[in-house]
């Protein structure tokens, strides 16, 4: 299914700190999204501050200004787009079996946590989060991707400042919009959490049912899945891309998976050793070379 959304649509599902982040403002600043528009509100955010940091908070403060008034000008011309497809999958070890379409599957090799553990905990794989192809009872899972108008990146390139406020503000409308999208899966499409009733600030630290790891996440670090998951929703719908390492283009852009099961979360993989790259170099019939330049911050 394919969602479009109107920036001011999304606007309010926006993570403030990952883009105050982006312009070199630390997680306190952020907090200026919080507070009401007028002059006593903003006047009495700053008071506190530290007196030393308040020249800061207020640069703060004229940057989410100057980012919701392009946002609005943006609304006028763009939209943000997502796709997403729910399939019956099964997990076979450390393998995802999807169906892509009715008798047609697609096998989605994982790696699963390989460092040894100081306490004891069980060495994780998102695979772990789907019924075992064992039981003959096919599970499901989600598969999605997001993106702006690919005519955004193109904004102000004269103007350098705006044209960095356009980058970073159109980082975070491809997140805001798959946040949108996934809390619509969750309450109606799929309906696993029909009854979840949380707040913006709830969404945005993950208090939901389930878990959305998106490609490059921690616990799903290899780019090249990116041509298994355009296999399954064809992102070219949508506007995505792929360069020939997997890159997605529109730059702004996001794609992942989503699981249901109350018990799956977020995790890193970690380091892996020679043996599970060769494993896993196989399960995604490619060489072991070309997996090891995906996976090179998780070699050991």
């Not at 109107?6 to 630390?26: L, M």
């Not at 995802?96 to 008798?103: C, G, R, S």
């Not at 949108?180 to 309906?191: D, I, L, N, P």
């Not at 992942?256 to 170099?281: R, T």
Request: proline share 5%; aromatic share 10%; glycine share 4%.
């Amino acid at each position: 299914m394919i969602l479009s959304y109107k920036i001011h649509d999304v606007a309010p599902y926006i993570n403030w700190i990952y883009f105050f982040h982006a312009w070199g403002f630390q997680p306190r600043y952020a907090a200026i999204a919080n507070i009401h528009g007028c002059d006593v509100c903003r006047a009495s955010w700053l008071t506190t501050f530290p007196e030393e940091e308040r020249n800061k908070a207020s640069e703060a403060m004229q940057l989410f200004k100057e980012a919701n008034r392009m946002l609005d000008m943006l609304d006028a011309d763009y939209e943000v787009k997502t796709i997403f497809k729910l399939c019956k999958t099964n997990s076979d070890g450390d393998n995802l079996v999807i169906e892509k379409e009715e008798n047609q599957t697609i096998i989605f090799p994982l790696l699963r946590q390989q460092s040894p553990k100081r306490d004891g905990s069980p060495f994780i794989c998102l695979s772990d989060f789907i019924r075992p192809l064992s039981t003959g009872i096919p599970d499901t899972m989600g598969v999605f991707a997001s993106c702006i108008d690919a005519d955004m990146e193109g904004l102000y390139e004269q103007d350098p400042y705006k044209h960095l406020l356009v980058q970073t503000l159109s980082d975070r409308l491809a997140e805001a919009a798959t946040e949108k999208m996934h809390e619509y899966v969750r309450k109606e499409f799929w309906g696993y959490a029909k009854d979840e009733n949380l707040t913006i600030p709830d969404l945005l630290i993950e208090n939901y049912q389930g878990i959305r790891p998106a490609v490059g996440y921690p616990s799903l670090p290899d780019q090249s899945v990116n041509f298994l998951l355009d296999e399954i929703l064809d992102m070219k719908q949508i506007g995505i891309s792929l360069t020939e390492n997997g890159a997605m283009h529109p730059h702004s852009s996001v794609c992942g998976l989503m699981f249901a099961h109350p018990a799956s979360e977020y995790f890193s993989v970690g380091k892996i050793g020679e043996d599970q790259l060769e494993d896993y170099a196989r399960r995604r019939k490619k060489s072991i070379e070309e997996m090891r330049k995906f996976l090179a911050a998780n070699l050991q």
